[in-house]
């Protein structure tokens, strides 16, 4: 069956790096683009982009640029995000989700579990 | 940018019928698909709606959406509410490339 599973929670202090992965199964990884959503605690759902896993190129929504980087490993089926000069507002849980279509633009039908990261002195 | 508005919370009482709304900002609502998503605290979203008015497998039929041209608006109608639809409920569309989702509602049945 299809799953994303990702890496555990991390603790991190202002100015690290961190870096989530979301390792596919279950499917032809390349066939479907990965997305990248952020839940700050209390919050909404908020898209930060996605990478096409055919080509690499990464799409990074508005406020999400500079900082954050989407990456792949297809030999091991896993997308990246990394996150640099982490700041106290980057605390969140961070999805990777896929869509139901290898076409694009369909519903979120395969999310990882998230990911905590936390950014505390 | 676009944006999409729910309403903050809504609350109803068991087996009774509940309609969470979801408006664009701007444009056409139907010009793009409405999903969406079921969220429990500590779990990921999963879709009860998706291109407007398709349920996954899986989801009751008590779930069921809808788009509204004249008011720009996508809802969301869930009927004979039990517990277990208490949840956080999200919409989603797309716009300009980009994916937007509504700020969510909170739904409390009660």
């Known amino acids: 069956q299809v799953q994303l599973v990702q890496s555990g929670s991390e603790l991190k202090k202002p100015g690290a790096s961190v870096k989530v992965s979301c390792k596919a199964s279950g499917y032809s990884f390349t066939t479907y683009a990965m997305n990248w959503v952020r839940q700050a605690p209390g919050q909404g759902l908020e898209w930060m982009g996605w990478?096409?896993?055919?080509?690499?190129?990464?799409m990074y929504a508005q406020g999400f640029t500079g900082r954050f980087v989407f990456s792949l490993d297809t030999s091991v089926s896993t997308a990246y995000l990394q996150i640099s000069s982490l700041k106290a507002e980057d605390t969140a849980v961070y999805y990777c989700?896929?869509?139901?279509?290898?076409?694009?633009?369909?519903?979120?039908?395969?999310w990882g579990q998230g990911t905590l990261v936390s950014v505390s002195s | 940018n676009f944006m999409l508005t729910q309403p903050h919370s809504v609350s109803e009482s068991p087996g009774k019928t509940v309609t969470i709304s979801c408006t664009g900002s701007?444009?056409?609502?139907?010009?793009?698909?409405v999903q969406w998503y079921q969220q429990r605290p500590g779990s990921a979203p999963t879709t009860v709606i998706y291109e407007d008015n398709q349920r996954p497998s899986g989801v009751p039929d008590r779930f069921s959406g809808s788009i509204d041209s004249s008011s720009n608006s996508a809802s969301l109608t869930i009927s004979g509410l039990k517990t277990e639809d208490e949840a956080d409920y999200y919409c989603q569309s797309y716009d300009s490339g980009n994916w937007v989702f509504g700020g969510g509602t909170r739904l409390t049945v009660l």
């Open positions: 990478i096409n896993t055919n080509t690499g190129n990464p």
């Open positions: 701007r444009g056409s609502i139907a010009r793009s698909y």
């Open positions: 989700a896929r869509e139901r279509n290898s076409s694009g633009w369909s519903d979120f039908q395969r």
